[in-house]
């Protein structure tokens, strides 16, 4: 079992930067991929990024964020991180943690899954983020 707590969104302007912050815990946490995912007012889940491990490892990005968004653990604090910079009014969404056994987070995009992929065995409760123009 594997617990997730994210927090860090808020109330931004275009072009700012938020981080953030996913707590997981759980004696089987070391065995996950991590990943962040989105759902966005009136539209489906969609995947953002994720790392292979929580140790760190191989890094995946939707080509809506590459370049602006990185994904980044603390082994220490068993904290994974979404540092968001550049933000637009499109990356207004409700940003969800999830954690994967499956190995090295092949289920999802960029680390052997289909960019469709929106399954995960652990969800976090999600955390706001609202981008003004």
Sequence with gaps: QVQLVESGGGLVQAGDSLRLSCAASGRT???YAM???RQAPGKEREFVAAISS???GSTSYADSVKGRFTISTDTAKNTVYLQMNSLKPEDTA???CAADNRPYGSRWYGL???SSSVRSDYWGQGT???VSS
Aim: net charge positive; aromatic share 34%; hydrophobic share 35%.
């Design 94 to 96: 409700v940003y969800y």
């Design 54 to 56: 929580w140790r760190g």
């Design 35 to 37: 990943g962040w995912f």
């Design 29 to 31: 946490f070391s065995n």
């Design 128 to 130: 706001q983020v609202t």
């Design 112 to 114: 052997g899954g289909p």
